[in-house]
């Protein structure tokens, strides 16, 4: 029998994935002798595909740090994503989520209540006129915002464009001096940012954002308007149908798995302050699990593209 937080990893990678458990400690094969766990940069020597690597990196990063009961939804996270395991079918209109998926978590397009997990949503509001005043003062010197990628630009549209303070859990230093109160409010007030970060994100006058999802079920985006156009019914979001209009220092959480979209067609800019953060159903040790997931993501990405440049 397997202690409990190896079978764990075990079960992480898929019982079938014989590849994968020949790169975990010996003592979680089967008939085999105990031996001493090796590290990830091991189980990249020993694995083949690129896949199989990522897996096998997280198995051995979660039997360290979990036992099986903490994230028996991120094991079942791993299997849809593996497609080892069919999505379950939502039945609510414009609820598109990917194979990114945790089961068991509430699903609505607008989450209007604030529960205890979400008390910072109250206290980032009573604190956004510091954010608007430190946003208006930087955008009378500098034009600072961009698109992320061509993939992005595609999805979002060219009207559509940010300035990131955080992304996959690093501070982008430069444009922390450029914001520091802002910066130093979202510490302070333990906002708990998922790895897609948070933002200043712009909307050009005259421009939209096609309808489409983010997919991914366990994020929830906070949308905190700081400079909305004065003819306010022009510069909407729709979630699943339902439409709503920003307002200057009031926050609206939304689910980006289900479909949506935005507008502005007045003849100002809009400018907003997004926040990803962890779905308030995820325990603590799932919303560890989920970051150390997606950090050996972006470290097996950034190898890719590493190597791509040489």
């Known amino acids: 029998v397997f202690p409990t937080r190896y079978f764990c990893a075990w079960l992480i990678i898929g019982v079938n994935s014989g590849s994968c458990l020949s790169s975990l ?27 199989d690597q990522f897996w096998a990196a997280v198995a051995l990063e979660f039997s360290n740090k979990f036992d099986f009961h903490e994230i028996g939804r991120i094991i079942e996270f ?22 990114e998926y945790v089961p068991g978590l509430e699903a609505k397009p607008w989450h209007d209540e604030r529960t205890v997990s979400m008390s910072w949503i109250s206290e980032l509001e009573s604190r956004s ?24 630009t595609a999805v979002m549209g060219e009207g559509w464009s940010a300035l990131r303070l955080q992304r996959l859990g690093q501070w982008n230093e430069a444009n922390m001096a450029r914001f520091p109160k802002t910066a130093a409010i979202l510490q302070e007030i333990g906002v708990p940012i998922a790895m897609r970060g948070c933002m200043f994100a712009r909307q050009a ?54 479909v949506h979209a935005t507008a502005n067609e007045s003849d100002e800019e809009r400018h907003v302050l997004i926040l990803d953060f962890w779905h308030p159903d995820l325990t603590k040790c799932e919303q560890e699990a989920l970051k150390i997931l997606y950090d050996l993501r972006y470290e097996f990405d950034k190898e890719i593209i590493e190597r791509k440049n040489k």
């Open 25 to 51: 400690p010996r003592w979680m094969q089967p008939r085999v002798q105990p031996a001493q766990q090796p590290r990830i940069a091991v189980a990249k020597k020993q694995v083949q595909s690129r896949k």
């Open 78 to 99: 791993g299997k849809y994503a593996r497609g080892e395991m069919p999505l379950p079918r939502s039945e609510k209109a414009g609820h598109e989520y990917c194979e």
């Open 129 to 152: 006129s510091i954010i608007q005043a430190e946003l208006a003062a930087v955008l009378t010197k500098d034009t600072l915002f961009s698109g992320d990628s061509a993939h992005q």
């Open 205 to 258: 006058p005259g421009t939209s954002v096609v309808r489409h999802s983010d997919g991914r079920n366990f994020i929830l985006t906070a949308h905190l308007g700081l400079q909305i156009p004065k003819d306010s019914e022009k510069c909407w979001i729709e979630v699943a149908g339902d439409r709503r209009c920003w307002e200057a220092g009031k926050i609206g959480v939304i689910d980006t798995s289900f």
